[in-house]
């Protein structure tokens, strides 16, 4: 379990401690909270003990996939829903985890190919309830994954709607941490929104494949909001967001389209 991970979920555990010390239940089946939070932290313990011991990750990843979708999906007593972030972190994410490859290409030999499609979908639900938390760091790792085993499967033209890799693109570029653990972290998160809204502006406009039923509301699912760059200073900032007004021009040209004479306050009477 990362610092971070640990230090958060310390707090929440001592903020809730009069809850969780209670016999109120938390998720159902007649457990408390703090006994839900344990078995969690044993499930991660369990998995990264078999994983070092040589048992393969698809093999554990079918026994920790269904468990962890199904306590994210589900309401919860907060402390238990961290604790069920950091069972999902401390497993899939952080070193050593199952899915702590050195070389994307790895990705065929970790996750069985029916298990594809369930790993996008259990690491995309940990990447919304972690935003949902403000944990933007994990988040971030989460989202690369599902990027690097989209590109590992060629799952381009299979996942669309809200799993569009393109939103996917946008979501990871734009999900910013407020307050980086350090200089490095800092340094990578921006990096990463440079390059890849430097890559995304080279493409033509229309060819960003997003959910056509919602592609008008797409803009503020798929993209987050740029303002915290504004706490970070970085010489390439500028060209940054620079890039990032042309990947919204090109992927949504609508919003650069002229308003109407009568919603233009610049022209009206």
Wanted: proline content about 6%; some cysteine.
């Amino acid at each position: 379990m990362t610092p971070r991970l640990a230090t958060l979920l310390l707090c929440w555990l001592l903020s809730l401690a009069p809850l969780l010390a209670s016999p109120r239940e938390a998720g159902g089946g007649g457990d408390t909270a703090a006994e839900q939070i344990e078995r969690n932290a044993a499930l991660a313990r369990r998995v990264r003990s078999l994983h070092q011991g040589g048992v393969p990750a698809g093999e554990l990843l079918r026994e920790i996939g269904p468990a962890a979708l199904q306590g994210m999906s589900q309401e919860s007593h907060p402390a238990v829903g961290m604790s069920v972030l950091a069972m999902v972190h401390d497993s899939l994410l952080s070193p050593g985890g199952l899915l702590d490859w050195d070389d994307a290409s790895r990705a065929h030999e970790v996750v069985p190919p029916d298990l594809v499609r369930p790993t996008v979908q259990l690491l995309y639900q940990f990447f919304m309830n972690a935003k949902k938390a403000e944990y933007n760091t994990p988040a971030r790792e989460a989202m690369a994954k599902v990027m690097e085993l989209v590109d590992a499967f060629g799952l381009e033209k299979e996942l669309t709607g809200q799993f569009a890799p393109d939103c996917f693109r946008l979501q990871h570029a734009t999900l910013m941490e407020k307050y980086p653990a350090d200089e490095i972290e800092e340094g990578a998160m921006l990096r990463d929104f440079r390059d890849d809204m430097r890559r995304m502006a080279r493409r033509k406009a229309g060819s960003f494949r997003l959910d056509p039923t919602v592609y008008e509301n797409s803009y503020e699912f798929c993209s987050f909001s740029t303002f915290y760059l504004s706490l970070h200073y970085d010489a390439g900032m500028r060209e940054g967001l620079s890039y990032h007004a042309e990947v919204i021009r090109r992927a949504w040209p609508h919003i650069d389209e002229p308003l109407r004479p009568e919603l233009d306050l610049r022209t009206a009477a």
